[in-house]
């Protein structure tokens, strides 16, 4: 009750009736008018009716125009700003905020004619009412004030040389703050002059595959599941991503031996999709198998920091320096924006590496490393991860009941860390790529499994929850819950699971493909 006024109730009994949106209370349920009018906003701006910038109607001249309190009003746009989806400040009102993007249309170019058109991620948001994409954080609750005054304090601080054509390694500042945090919350062994600051973990995969090809070391083992981002770039870097098979204890180290690979890519502290920790024994048999070979274990340490029901894992790099290349951003602690990443070579790498990428772009941007390097020192990153763990950990919990209550012939998978789930069907024979199509159809996008697979194996869905509020996540476990009762996942679907398929998007059924964000930092 606020305002003396229950929500479902209007000032004075009646219904009434606003310009905007064509909104009319009396479409809305008995009881639950927030959830409505956040739910109809919600909508416009997906669909395109609200543009990015638009200014929503001032809380109490809608609160008028309907009929109710303007506390409710109020409310409703909270909501849609904890999702990021509206922003208000003083003097401008509550405006839609910069999340769905305009089509681009694709260049034309002649050489290319004839084959088939590059299909480019969209912004987080653009294809769904709900969108589950695994590996996106809370972007509304990136830490805008912290950020500011670090900036604030950095410009008045900066020299001349600080901002002018840098140190392609990144600069020290931010060399030598990331150097204690790893060691510290990581376990890491790296002084600063042994880093290098990249793009985000995209541009380490890059300069690490091109170094690999300029060795002859064009084949690379991956998980199998793994991230179908990483394998679609090493095989535009001219790689051959090699599948080992994933169990409950990791990547299958036995698959290495005899395959005469000298490369792997793994995420052991969390493995993607499936949650899983590359087992003690396992970690040894992949460092004694990449002594033996003389073979580099890249080390993709994303969701690091997101871990509630179990002690830190340590780094693979600490106990093998000389085979690791470890590599790691703020794509999940900060936003995938702002393009700020580490990579930890070994010491006969680094040389080469810092010459690629000077070759590709000279250096990273000067300012957001000077602001990360003091958002580092002064405590205030770590701040913000805890506080971010912590609602990670609500949420996490909100979406398993959910599971356990509209879903109770799932299998839930990866519970103890990260930013989704992997829900699996046990006895269902279903397509999940056709199941996820559907879900799509529901206004729910979520990942299938078999996106991430490149053998075939059980069905499954990839479903992140880090950027949803519970009472979201409990609306998005509804409607797959529903589309799963509509026989959606019913005996005589076309196949189960299956593998990635061809990189081609042309034909593919389902919903949008992941790109290259997937599950990347």
């Known amino acids: 009750m606020r305002g003396g006024v229950r929500d479902g109730e209007t000032r004075d009994g009646a219904r009434g009736g606003a310009d905007f949106l064509q909104l009319s209370p009396a479409a809305a349920p008995a009881r639950g008018l927030t959830a409505w009018l956040a739910g109809e906003?919600?909508?416009?701006?997906?669909?395109?009716?609200?543009?990015?910038?638009?200014?929503l109607p001032a809380s109490r001249l809608l609160a008028g125009d309907l009929g109710v309190s303007r506390g409710l009003v109020v409310e409703a746009y909270q909501r849609l700003a904890d999702e990021g989806l509206v922003s208000g400040r003083p003097g401008t009102g509550t405006r839609v905020s910069e999340l769905v993007p305009r089509t681009v249309p694709p260049t034309k170019n002649p050489e290319r004619a004839g084959q088939a058109a590059t299909v480019l991620p969209q912004r987080w948001r653009a294809r769904a009412e709900l969108d589950l994409s695994p590996g996106v954080p809370d972007l509304s609750r990136f830490p805008r004030a912290a950020w500011l005054r670090a900036e604030r304090a950095v410009l008045q601080q900066a020299s001349v040389a600080d901002l002018g054509y840098g140190d392609p390694r990144g600069s020290q500042a931010l060399r030598r703050e990331l150097a204690g945090w790893l060691a510290r919350t990581r376990g890491l062994r790296a002084d600063a002059e042994d880093i290098i600051v990249v793009s985000g973990v995209a541009q380490s995969l890059a300069l690490l595959a091109r170094w690999l090809n300029g060795e002859g070391r064009t084949g690379i083992a991956v998980e199998d599941p793994g991230s179908r981002g990483a394998r679609d770039e090493f095989e535009y870097w001219g790689l051959r991503p090699?599948?080992?098979?994933?169990?409950?204890?990791?990547l299958q180290t036995s698959g290495l031996a005899g395959?005469?690979?000298?490369?792997?890519?793994?995420t052991p502290a969390h493995q993607f999709p499936t949650g899983v920790v590359l087992a003690p024994r396992r970690r040894r048999d992949l460092l004694d198998w990449a002594a033996a070979a003389d073979a580099l274990i890249i080390e993709d340490d994303y969701d690091a920091e997101y871990r509630y029901d179990r002690a830190p894992v340590p780094a693979l790099q600490a106990s093998a320096p000389g085979h690791v290349a470890y590599t790691g951003s703020t794509s999940k602690t900060l936003a995938p924006g702002m393009r700020l990443g580490w990579l930890v070579p070994p010491a006969r790498l680094h040389a080469d590496l810092v010459e690629a990428k000077h070759a590709a772009d000279l250096g990273s941007p000067a300012l957001p490393q000077l602001v990360l390097a003091r958002l580092i020192a002064t405590g205030e990153l770590e701040q913000h991860i805890r506080l971010a763990r912590k609602r990670q950990r609500i949420r996490r919990d909100a979406l398993l009941r959910a599971v356990r209550e509209q879903l109770p012939q799932a299998r839930v998978q990866g519970v103890a860390a990260g930013l989704h789930l992997l829900v699996t069907f046990p006895g269902l024979d279903l397509d999940d790529r056709d199941l996820a199509e559907r879900i799509h159809q529901a206004g729910v996008l979520v990942h299938p499994l078999s996106w991430h697979r490149a053998a075939a194996g059980p069905p499954g869905l990839v479903v992140g929850y880090a950027a949803h509020t519970p009472d979201q996540l409990g609306e998005a476990t509804r409607r797959i819950a529903g589309v799963l009762s509509s026989g959606a996942g019913s005996p005589g679907a076309r196949r189960r699971g299956g593998g990635a398929g061809p990189r081609s998007a042309a034909g593919r059924s389902g919903p949008p493909r992941p790109g290259w964000s997937a599950a990347r930092r």
């Open 259 to 266: 395959a005469g690979l000298r490369a792997a890519l793994l």
């Open 242 to 250: 090699v599948p080992v098979p994933v169990d409950s204890d990791g």
């Open 41 to 55: 906003i919600r909508a416009a701006i997906i669909d395109g009716r609200l543009a990015a910038g638009t200014a």
